[in-house]
């Protein structure tokens, strides 16, 4: 009982400590081998892809998934390449809390190749990405909850095959069928038969190779009893975000904001500060969507909370 009371005392005294986050920067680069050669069976005319749509996102999103049925965004993407639908329910997941951002890239021709960056973090870890496979009556290829971190470590550097999914929606079954409503809806499913499938073999359209080009700290160890940054809000912001510093002293302290290669963007306060709480606020309506970081440096203690910036 009295080493109980011991230890509850101790916890009481010590200072709590944040944990450390870390957000990494990725590029993805579509390469698709995809033609005559390799895909003979009534290959099309115009082969390309659709401009590719998905997002960042944690485990209790799902933007599709084989045996599911796909959603109207999906439905889109597939049968005519349109990604404005797909887009808003990115949207909305980010708006929900289970997603960090919408991920999008340019369409081409195939054969061709094509990548762009992005961003993750500890809580946003997981990749889907999508493209239409055109023309075609509803197939598309793609990654779905894709974990770029496992086992407490970023990955640098993995390689995705990509297959050819059907979506369910159209019964179309060539490159150029016309258009033939599937109703009801069938679950999305890997074709494993022609026009994918050559001397007996299922042939990849090409990959998704996702690379790891850096890692920044968000959240430095500090003691937050003695100097705590809140997290800001609204959180992604589109025109202004607040929080508030809480000092147990006063001292010297200097607010600066940074974008994801380290250059400072902004100044927010310079001096000293009594003690207490002190809110602050950030229009964002003039920085380029994307993460940011928020540093808070006082006399002997430091930290850093991110903020994500999206388009209006």
Same mark, same amino acid.
């Given at each position: 009982?009295?080493l109980?009371?011991y230890?509850f005392?101790?916890a009481?005294l010590l200072?709590t400590?944040?944990l450390?986050?870390?957000?990494?920067?990725?590029r993805v680069?579509?390469?698709s081998?995809w033609s005559?050669?390799?895909h003979p069976?009534?290959?099309?005319?115009d082969?390309?892809?659709?401009?590719?749509i998905?997002?960042a996102?944690?485990?209790?999103?799902?933007l599709?998934?084989?045996?599911?049925?796909?959603s109207?965004?999906?439905?889109?993407?597939a049968e005519?390449?349109?990604?404005?639908q797909? +887009?808003g329910?990115? *949207?909305g =997941?980010i708006?929900e809390g289970t997603? =960090?951002?919408?991920?999008?890239?340019?369409?081409? %021709?195939?054969?061709?190749?094509?990548s762009?960056t992005?961003?993750l973090?500890e *809580?946003?870890?997981?990749?889907s990405l999508?493209?239409?496979?055109a023309?075609?009556p509803d197939?598309?290829?793609?990654?779905?909850g894709?974990?770029?971190?496992e086992g407490?470590d970023?990955t640098e550097?993995r390689?995705?095959?990509?297959f050819?999914?059907?979506a369910?929606?159209d019964?179309?079954? *060539?490159?150029?069928?016309?258009?033939? %409503?599937?109703?009801p809806a069938?679950?999305?499913?890997?074709?494993e038969?022609?026009?994918f499938v050559v001397?007996?073999?299922l042939?990849?359209l090409?990959?998704f190779t996702? +690379?790891?080009?850096s890692?920044?700290?968000?959240e430095?160890?500090?003691?937050?009893s003695?100097?705590a940054? %809140?997290?800001?809000?609204p959180n992604?912001a589109?025109s202004?975000?607040a929080?508030?510093?809480?000092? *147990?002293?006063s001292?010297?302290?200097r607010?600066?904001?940074? %974008?994801? =290669?380290?250059? +400072?963007?902004e100044?927010?306060h310079?001096?000293t500060?009594?003690?207490?709480i002190h809110?602050f606020?950030?229009?964002?309506? +003039?920085?380029?969507?994307?993460?940011?970081?928020?540093r808070a440096?006082g006399?002997?203690?430091q930290v850093?909370r991110? =903020?994500v910036?999206q388009?209006?």
């Amino acid at each position: 009982m009295r080493l109980f009371g011991y230890t509850f005392l101790l916890a009481l005294l010590l200072p709590t400590f944040a944990l450390a986050q870390s957000t990494a920067t990725y590029r993805v680069t579509f390469e698709s081998a995809w033609s005559a050669d390799t895909h003979p069976d009534g290959f099309p005319p115009d082969p390309h892809y659709s401009p590719l749509i998905g997002a960042a996102h944690n485990e209790a999103a799902s933007l599709w998934t084989v045996g599911g049925l796909a959603s109207p965004g999906i439905e889109q993407m597939a049968e005519t390449g349109g990604t404005s639908q797909l +887009r808003g329910e990115v *949207d909305g =997941l980010i708006g929900e809390g289970t997603a =960090l951002s919408v991920l999008s890239g340019a369409g081409i %021709d195939s054969p061709g190749s094509t990548s762009f960056t992005f961003d993750l973090t500890e *809580d946003y870890a997981l990749v889907s990405l999508v493209t239409m496979v055109a023309p075609s009556p509803d197939w598309f290829v793609g990654v779905s909850g894709l974990n770029l971190r496992e086992g407490g470590d970023w990955t640098e550097e993995r390689v995705v095959d990509l297959f050819a999914y059907d979506a369910g929606t159209d019964s179309g079954e *060539d490159y150029t069928s016309p258009n033939q %409503d599937t109703n009801p809806a069938e679950p999305i499913f890997r074709i494993e038969e022609a026009p994918f499938v050559v001397n007996s073999e299922l042939v990849p359209l090409g990959t998704f190779t996702f +690379r790891l080009l850096s890692t920044v700290s968000n959240e430095e160890v500090v003691p937050v009893s003695a100097f705590a940054l %809140d997290a800001l809000a609204p959180n992604p912001a589109t025109s202004r975000s607040a929080f508030q510093l809480h000092l *147990d002293q006063s001292q010297s302290v200097r607010i600066d904001v940074f %974008d994801i =290669l380290g250059r +400072r963007i902004e100044t927010l306060h310079e001096g000293t500060l009594a003690a207490g709480i002190h809110p602050f606020a950030l229009d964002v309506s +003039r920085l380029a969507r994307g993460l940011y970081m928020v540093r808070a440096r006082g006399a002997e203690a430091q930290v850093t909370r991110r =903020l994500v910036v999206q388009g209006r």
